[in-house]
C-alpha cells in the first residue's frame, strides 16, 4: 500500500496509485495486446555474474530467529527505488512503462519527491537509532519492452550503490520486488507469472550472491493473489482457492531462485510475502510456507497490525488496543510460536490527529508510535516504518521530522542495545 501518493509521511495514507502493467489473462493463455510484449521467450533464467564487494561478511549465516532479533527497528526507503511513471497505469492500455526524463536511474529515484540518496542519509538513518532499511525496487525502470524481462545493469548498479551504503554502516538491508510484482500478476497466468519471477530473482540473487547476511531478499510487495485483467480489459478478484494457489506458487518460485545461485544465497535468510500481506490471510492455513533447502531460514511479511483501526478513525481507543492484541496473537500463533519471524515490512508511524477515537487513551501520534513499537517487539517481530520523503524522517535534513518520535525511537532503539 505504499504508491506515490500514499500518504507524505507514513500515515498520512491519502491517495494510492497501483502498478502498471503489459499483456492480459484469460483462461490459461498469456494474450498479448498490439503494444505489449511482442513475445514471452524466457527458456532459461537469465544468471548474472557475482558482484565483487567488500561487503561479504565473515562467513557466518545465522538462523531467521536471529536475524529478526538483530533487525530491530526498520525504516522503508519509500517512494524512491520503486518509484515509476505511473500515469495511466490503472488502465488496461498501459502495456509498459514508459520512460521518465532521460531514463536514468536518478530520474525514477527521484520522480515521486524523493532526493538521491546518498551515504550520508543512509548514516543518519543509523544515527536516528534505526537498524534496518528496507529498499523498495521497481525492477521495470529502464527495462527493454522485449519480453525477456532483463534488468537494466545501470538501474541494478544504483540499487547496489545503495544496498552498499546500508552495509558500509553495519545496517541490515531488505531489497524486494515492489509494484512490479502487480505490473506482471495483472496479465500473466500463473505459469508465466512463475517463468517471469523466476527470471527475476535468479538475476538479482545471481548479481548479489557474494554479499553478507545483512542483505536480506524479500520476494514480493503487497500483491500476492491479487485481481487480474480478463479479455474485457477488467480488474477481477481471484476465487479464493486460486488466490492462495498463486501466492503460494510465487513465494516457492522466490525461494527456489534464490538458494539455485549459490554462493552466500543457499544460506540467506529470505523474506515470503503474506497473501495481500494481509494479517488475517497470511495466517490462515491455506498460506503454505515453501519448502527451503536452507534450514530455519524464513520470515513472513506482513503490513499494518492497526490498519483497520486507522481508516475507521479509532486510533488510541480501546477498540485499537483491542485490535492490535488480536492481530498480534494470529501472527504468534501461525509463526512466531513455530519459529518463523514476523516480519512487518510497513508499520504506522504518524497518526493525525482526525484518525483518533473520541474515547482515545493514547492522545498524541509519538504516543501510539511507542504503544505500538514496544508491543511489537515484545512479541519479537520486525517492525519496519514506511516512510516517504520528507515524512517522518526527513532526508535533506537528515532528522526525523518530530522531535517527540526521534526521542520515541531513540529511547526503543538504545533499549534494545
Not at 533447502?293 to 520470515?299: D, E, Q
Not at 517492525?383 to 529511547?411: C, M
Request: a negative charge.
Amino acid at each position: 500500500m505504499k504508491k506515490f501518493f500514499k500518504c507524505l509521511s507514513l500515515c498520512f495514507f491519502s491517495v494510492v496509485i497501483f502498478s502498471c502493467s503489459s499483456n492480459k489473462v484469460e483462461g490459461t493463455e498469456l494474450q498479448f495486446q498490439e503494444n505489449g510484449l511482442a513475445v514471452l521467450n524466457i527458456s532459461e533464467p537469465l544468471v548474472l555474474p557475482s558482484y565483487e564487494t567488500a561487503n561479504t561478511g565473515d562467513g557466518t549465516f545465522h538462523d531467521a530467529s536471529y536475524i529478526a532479533k538483530d533487525m530491530k527497528l526498520g525504516l522503508n526507503l519509500g517512494n524512491t527505488m520503486e518509484a515509476y511513471n505511473a500515469s495511466g497505469c490503472e488502465k488496461y492500455s498501459y502495456t509498459w512503462i514508459p520512460t521518465q526524463g532521460s531514463n536514468s536511474a536518478s530520474d525514477y529515484e527521484t520522480c515521486w519527491g524523493a532526493t538521491v540518496t546518498t551515504q550520508e542519509i543512509i548514516s543518519s538513518i543509523k544515527a536516528a537509532g534505526f537498524s534496518t532499511v528496507r529498499i523498495p525496487v521497481f525492477w521495470g525502470n529502464m527495462m527493454l519492452n522485449d519480453g525477456t524481462w532483463t534488468i537494466n545493469t545501470k538501474y541494478l548498479e544504483r540499487v547496489r550503490e545503495i544496498v552498499d551504503y546500508c552495509l558500509n554502516e553495519n545496517l541490515y538491508a531488505v531489497v524486494n520486488i515492489h509494484h512490479f510484482d502487480e505490473f506482471i500478476i495483472r496479465r500473466n497466468n500463473i505459469d508465466d507469472c512463475k517463468k517471469i519471477f523466476t527470471n527475476i530473482w535468479t538475476q538479482i540473487s545471481s548479481y548479489f550472491a557474494n554479499y553478507s547476511e545483512k542483505l536480506v531478499f524479500e520476494g514480493y510487495n503487497e500483491y500476492l493473489g491479487g485481481q487480474q485483467f480478463n479479455s474485457a480489459g477488467t480488474l477481477v478478484n481471484l476465487s479464493n482457492n486460486d488466490a492462495y494457489e498463486f501466492t503460494n506458487a510465487m513465494n516457492q518460485v522466490f525461494v527456489d531462485s534464490v538458494r539455485s545461485t549459490g554462493g552466500n544465497n543457499l544460506n540467506r535468510v529470505l523474506i515470503i510475502s503474506g497473501y495481500w500481506t494481509n494479517i488475517d490471510l497470511t495466517t490462515s492455513s491455506s498460506f503454505i510456507i515453501p519448502h527451503d533447502s536452507a534450514l530455519n531460514k524464513i520470515m513472513v511479511s506482513v503490513h499494518y497490525v492497526d490498519n483497520s483501526m486507522y481508516w475507521t478513525k479509532q486510533i488510541g481507543g480501546a477498540n485499537w488496543l483491542n485490535y492490535i492484541d488480536s492481530q498480534c496473537s494470529l501472527l504468534t500463533n501461525a509463526f512466531t510460536s513455530k519459529g518463523i519471524p514476523v516480519f512487518l515490512g510497513e508499520t504506522t508511524s504518524q497518526y493525525p490527529s482526525y484518525n483518533f477515537a473520541s474515547n482515545k487513551k493514547y492522545e498524541t501520534s509519538p504516543e501510539c508510535l511507542n504503544y505500538v513499537l514496544d508491543k511489537l517487539l515484545d512479541c519479537g517481530f520486525v517492525p519496519v516504518l514506511w516512510d516517504t520523503p520528507e515524512g517522518f524522517f526527513l532526508r535533506k535534513s537528515k532528522r526525523i521530522a518530530n522531535e517527540e518520535n526521534a526521542a520515541v525511537i531513540k529511547t526503543i532503539a538504545e533499549s534494545l542495545n
